[in-house]
Structure formats: structure tokens, C-alpha cells
């Protein structure tokens, strides 16, 4: 069909061919363009429950991991703290090993040096823990002056691990002059491993010192 038969001019013609190669361009640049973006809207609005419920989770879990850093942290000063109270065997040896050197730099002398237990000590445990926690007497007669006295007693209460002062008995000497004897009962803390049984339960003491049968 000519374009005189359809009753239009070639110029109209032409112009009608190019308005539709527009048209036909702009639904082209549409899909090819547009199409895309409008998809990932579509697909962000389906997804941004999703997103928000992921984002909810995190802050979650976020809560959990600095309650459990704040755990952590105070487990860690718990610790901390029982260390300065308690000797392992090998600090305990040491402490016995060094205490006449400690006596003696502060000017005192020992009259007595007592590490027995006399049959007083008790093991204490906590029957779910690997360890046990043994009190160890120590008994010791100093005699000094008392400036060196006060020195000395500073000194075992600075001490870490700590040591337990049970009883301080000072006996001054007549007239109020010269050396006094001070007679300390300390207690050490000891950190043992709790020793195994054959069929591999912890095994308790079993009998006291000094018990029959």
C-alpha cells in the first residue's frame, strides 16, 4: 500500500516511520535500562524483611559476645584475686626456703621454725574440681626490736601469694627494753592436684593424721 493510498504525503510518511522508530528505540532503552533497576527494587522490597530480620540477629548475638566478654572479664579478676591468696607447691617450697633470709633482713633473728602441720591439717575440697586446696601451718618465733618486729610483720601481710596470719603473740621483755619474741602461726594456702583412684575417681583423704584403722 502506497502512501498516497493511505492518504498521507511522503513527508508525513516519513515522519510517521520515524516517530515509530522512536517509540520502538524508547521501549528498547526501557528494557534494556529501566527493566533491570525496576527488577532490583522489586527484589530489594521482597528482600528488606530479610534484611531487617538478619540485622536484628546480629544485634543479638552482638549482645550475647559482650555479655560473655563481661563474663569473661570478671572470671578473669575472680581469678586473679585466688591467685593472690594461694600458693602452688613450688611457691610454697620457695616461700620456706626463703623465709629465715626474709626474717633476717629485717633484723630479726628465728628462735623457731615449725613447718609440721601437727596433725591439724585438713584438705579442702570441692568434689567436682580438679584441685584441691591444702591449708599448710607454719609456726615461727622472732625476736627483734620492736621497730623490726612491725618491719617484719609489714612484710608477711605485703606478701603475695598471701599469707594467712592465724594468731600474732608478742611477749615484751621486763622493763619494757630490749628484743621481744613474737610468736606468728601463718597458714599458705597450697594448690594441689587432686590425686586419682584406680577407677579414676578423685580420691578424698581418706584418714586424718594421727587416726587409727
Known amino acids: 500500500m502506497t502512501a498516497p493510498q ?7 510518511a516519513r515522519r510517521a516511520f520515524s516517530a515509530a522508530l522512536v517509540a520502538i528505540g524508547g ?11 525496576l527488577g532490583y527494587l522489586h527484589a530489594m522490597q521482597r528482600l528488606e524483611p530479610v534484611v ?7 544485634d543479638r548475638i552482638g549482645s550475647v559476645l559482650e555479655a560473655r566478654r ?24 620457695a616461700f620456706i626456703r ?5 626474717v633476717e633482713e629485717t633484723g630479726c633473728t628465728i628462735v623457731l621454725a615449725d613447718f609440721t602441720s601437727g596433725g591439724k591439717t585438713e584438705r579442702v575440697e570441692e568434689p567436682n574440681q580438679p584441685l584441691a586446696i591444702a591449708p599448710s601451718p607454719v609456726t615461727v ?14 612484710r608477711l601481710g605485703d606478701h603475695r ?3 594467712w596470719i592465724d594468731s600474732c603473740r608478742c611477749v615484751f621483755p621486763a622493763g619494757g627494753t630490749g628484743p621481744m619474741e613474737c610468736n606468728l602461726a601463718l597458714t599458705l594456702l597450697v594448690v594441689r592436684n587432686r590425686p586419682e583412684t584406680a577407677d579414676g575417681d578423685a580420691a578424698g583423704p581418706r584418714h586424718k593424721r594421727g587416726a587409727t584403722g
Open 141 to 154: 618465733v622472732a625476736r627483734g626490736e620492736p621497730e623490726q618486729v612491725s618491719v617484719l610483720l609489714r
Open 52 to 58: 531487617e530480620r538478619v540485622a536484628a540477629e546480629k
Open 70 to 93: 563481661g563474663e569473661w572479664r570478671t572470671l578473669q579478676q575472680e581469678w586473679a584475686s585466688l591467685r593472690e591468696g594461694v600458693f602452688t607447691a613450688q611457691d610454697a617450697r
Open 98 to 102: 626463703g623465709l629465715l633470709p626474709l
Open 27 to 37: 521501549l528498547a532503552l526501557c528494557n534494556w535500562v529501566l527493566a533491570p533497576h
Open 161 to 163: 601469694p598471701r599469707i
Open 6 to 12: 493511505l492518504g498521507m504525503s511522503p513527508k508525513a
